[in-house]
């Protein structure tokens, strides 16, 4: 085993990591942030994904030895960002209905806020696009699009009332 360190969501966590285990799979057995999902472990479903270095990637194809320096934000640390109130994004998935079963969500949410943060008005297209490499098995896709859309208004704006 390797000792890495790694910085997830601010905060410095030190695991010993065996050469083949995936990022997902150390964030959620090893330092127990469940909010990342492990679904088709072959980078098809999009539940694990979280933002490395600010970019989205499907965590279960990631190594955990290779995120090593890198900067870590997973659903956990969305409430963070936000003087720890949900954020809009967590805000608009409760208000619309963008959730039924929610495993799908923290990829969803993460995929979203990667969009948000370069274009905080994009199109019904623009969402599409963000979120189309994930899977949502109940289906409620629409409401999810919706929930992105409210969301990015929401912030919007507060960021004009700023």
Aim: net charge negative; proline share 4%.
């Amino acid at each position: 085993m390797n000792a890495i360190s790694l910085k997830i969501n601010n905060e410095g966590y030190d695991v010993p990591v065996k050469p083949h285990w995936s990022l997902a799979y150390v964030i959620r057995e090893k330092i127990g942030l469940t909010g990342t999902k492990a679904g088709c472990e072959m980078g098809t479903c999009g539940s694990c994904t979280l933002l490395l270095d600010g970019k989205p990637i499907f965590s279960c194809l990631r190594m955990a030895i290779d995120a090593q320096g890198s900067d870590i934000r997973t659903i956990e640390g969305l409430e963070e960002e936000n003087d720890g109130e949900l954020h809009p994004l967590q805000e608009a998935f409760i208000q619309d209905h963008g959730m039924q079963c929610g495993f799908c969500t923290p990829g969803m949410i993460l995929a979203a806020k990667h969009l948000l943060d370069h274009n905080p008005d994009p199109t019904e297209q623009q969402v599409r696009e963000a979120i189309g490499g994930h899977l949502c098995r109940c289906g409620t896709y629409v409401r999810i699009v919706k929930a992105i859309m409210n969301a990015a208004e929401t912030m919007r704006n507060a960021q004009a009332t700023q």
